[in-house]
T-cell receptor, first 114, second 111 residues
Framework: GDSVTQTEGQVTVSESKSLIINCTYS????????LFWYVRYPGEGLQLLLK?????QKGSSRGFEATYNKEATSFHLQKASVQESDSAVYYC???????????FGTGTSLLVDP | EAAVTQSPRNKVTVTGGNVTLSCRQT?????MYWYRQDTGHGLRLIHY???????QIGDVPDGYKATRTTQEDFFLLLELASPSQTSLYFC??????????FGEGTRLSVL
């Protein structure tokens, strides 16, 4: 089946430092999935952070970026300079081209030290 | 403003108990979903629906029923709750080919 792998369960970064959260996927039944990053701030529901549906394209939102790398089957999330308010749990996800059923990774908890 | 509202936000029940989780969306979305989120598993799809009266089975449906009574309302039913169903439950809604909009979650504890 299809799957999403986030290797880091928890990441701690000092404020103003750069961040990368790794995400790789396997989409054997889909072949060409849509890719997403969702974020869950403490006490809140999941919010869509960014979505990319075309290989090679980059999505960006709130200073975060992610590039759809079809060859590497990756969709890593990056930010050049994190803020304490970025502390949250980040989920990578994929869907098929119909675009509604999501398969999620296990999430990466980001803690930004002030 | 687009919204998905879940109730209750927290629920405690005993093994064998009967639980209904409610979800309402005011976005005119046709798709609605129930996910559970457990440490080490991410979010997993339980059931989903593409309209009133419709129900589709997700990836982890065992022990759960669901009913979509209207375009707005989608309910998740646990008729004989078990401790393995202790989890954080999320409802979401969307149009087809649109990223789902999620509610704030319901934390369920089965003792």
């Amino acid at each position: 089946g299809d799957s999403v792998t986030q290797t880091e369960g928890q990441v701690t970064v000092s404020e103003s430092k750069s961040l990368i959260i790794n995400c790789t996927y396997s989409a054997t039944s889909i072949g060409y999935p849509n890719l997403f990053w969702y974020v869950r701030y403490p006490g809140e529901g999941l919010q869509l952070l960014l979505k990319v549906i075309t290989a090679g394209q980059k999505g960006s939102s709130r200073g975060f970026e992610a590039t759809y790398n079809k060859e590497a089957t990756s969709f890593h999330l990056q930010k050049a300079s994190v803020q304490e308010s970025d502390s949250a749990v980040y989920y990578c996800a994929l869907s098929d081209r119909m675009g509604y059923k999501l398969t999620f990774g296990t999430g990466t908890s980001l803690l930004v030290d002030p | 403003e687009a919204a998905v509202t879940q109730s209750p936000r927290n629920k405690v029940t005993v093994t064998g108990g009967n639980v209904t989780l409610s979800c309402r969306q005011t976005n005119s979305h046709n798709y609605m979903y129930w996910y559970r989120q457990d440490t080490g598993h991410g979010l997993r799809l339980i059931h989903y629906s593409y309209g009133a009266g419709n129900l589709q089975i997700g990836d982890v449906p065992d022990g759960y029923k669901a009913t979509r009574t209207t375009q707005e309302d989608f309910f998740l039913l646990l008729e004989l709750a078990s401790p393995s169903q202790t989890s954080l439950y999320f409802c979401a809604s969307s149009f087809q080919n649109q990223a789902p909009l999620f509610g704030e979650g319901t934390r369920l504890s089965v003792l």
